[in-house]
């Protein structure tokens, strides 16, 4: 895959990233390549690319996160009404722009050489839909790991505005370390840390990519215009990782058995 003459990672990135666990990095593909997995995430959502082994989950209908229906294995119909695919390393495509060079520095420098993946997660607010995503850690505990992994890589797959629902973040939030083991903020954290008052808009353009630190707050909202508003997020971690239940590591992306798009 090709790169765009605006991606970049430098100092100036590595140190916003842990000043305000958070940095836009520009685009990293070329149009067409972006063009390419908006048409392959359609063709799955449609069945047109079927994927029986992978987790797919509808949107709610009322916009409220505890209503949307259950996340669970296998597709649901063909529908452009997903909120939620997850285990998307199955596809070449997706693992080939997860598996960039780029993507290959930068989780090197703050992991490691052996990279296994977390999740590799379509988000989708569907046109005059999507569900509100409340205030939330991305951490281990809540996981069901055992260690906590600080590296997501957002990138936008179309434009994300104030208007369709993109991601609110709070700048410096990921200091605090672990808010809350249960994932979610709670009414005392949100104001404890003023999460309202200090919450900026990440208004992104489609194909841009954003560095987010796991312990940094987000939230979404929902998204009343005719357009969907699409995003793939893949959270890296050390390949040692362990799911604490089963005792299971998770694909490889980089390093020791890495998977192959190839083989996909
Ligand atoms: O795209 C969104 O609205 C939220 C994504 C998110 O929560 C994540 O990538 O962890």
Request: with cysteine.
């Amino acid at each position: 895959m090709s790169t765009k003459a605006s991606f970049k990672f430098g100092h100036q990135e590595h140190t916003q990233f842990i000043e305000e666990g958070y940095v836009r990095l520009g685009h990293l593909l070329s149009n067409k390549e972006v063009a390419a997995l908006q048409q392959r995430i359609d063709d799955i959502m449609l069945g047109n690319i079927p994927y029986e082994n992978m987790r797919f989950q509808l949107d709610s209908t009322s916009g409220v996160y505890r209503e949307a229906p259950p996340e669970s294995m296998g597709h649901k119909g063909a529908t452009l009404q997903y909120r939620k695919i997850m285990d998307l390393e199955q596809d070449p495509l997706f693992l080939s722009y997860m598996q960039h060079p780029l993507l290959r520095d930068i989780t090197r420098h703050y992991i490691g050489e052996d990279i296994s993946i977390y999740r590799a997660m379509f988000m989708n607010k569907p046109a005059n839909q999507g569900t509100v995503l409340p205030w939330h850690q991305d951490v281990g505990v809540g996981w069901g790991l055992d260690s906590n992994p600080i590296i997501t890589v957002w990138m936008a797959l179309d434009d994300a505005t104030v208007e369709n629902g993109c991601m609110q973040i709070v700048p410096g939030i990921h200091k605090h370390g672990v808010i809350n083991e249960g994932h979610f903020a709670t009414q005392a954290d949100e104001e404890k840390y003023q999460l309202e008052e200090n919450a900026i808009d990440l208004e992104v353009e489609e194909g841009e990519v954003v560095l987010l630190n796991n312990l940094l707050l987000h939230r979404s909202g929902v998204n009343p215009t005719g357009k969907q508003r699409r995003a793939f997020s893949a959270a890296y971690m050390d390949a040692s990782t362990k799911h604490v239940a089963t005792g299971n590591t998770f694909p490889v992306i980089f390093g020791k058995n890495a998977l192959k798009p190839s083989e996909c």
